[in-house]
């Protein structure tokens, strides 16, 4: 016949205090610090969700459409077009009293002789 054993198969006391005593000292602080920097990592992102936002704002207030860029395109050219036609009748203007000084001139040096 098999002996019968009298004791419990169960922890005793003292390796459930030993057991709570582990668990205490290094789970609870791991746990303490894993929570504190979920809420840290949580206040980020709602900060940056906030910082998004009023990006997203600021694109939308200051957002030009394409309409607005061709218009824009179109009112550059026509300004340079009419600064180009400007400087071309200037420079007219400039080559025709050169031209007519060089020709006094020569008219007036042959003259001389």
């Known amino acids: 016949m098999l002996p019968i054993s009298t004791e419990s198969p169960g922890f005793t006391w003292n390796e459930i205090g030993i057991l709570a005593t582990i668990f205490g000292v290094v ?24 910082l998004i936002e009023d990006y997203r704002i600021k694109v939308a207030e200051n957002y030009a459409t ?14 340079i077009n009419i600064m180009s036609d400007q400087i071309g009748t200037a420079l007219t203007h400039l080559t025709t009293r050169v031209e007519a000084s060089f020709t006094q001139i020569m008219n007036l040096a042959s003259s001389a002789k």
């Open 66 to 79: 394409i309409e607005t860029v061709v218009k824009i395109e179109e009112r550059l050219t026509n300004s």
């Open 27 to 50: 789970i609870v602080p791991i746990v303490g610090w894993f929570w504190h920097a979920i809420s840290d990592l949580q206040k980020k992102h709602q900060e940056n969700s906030k």
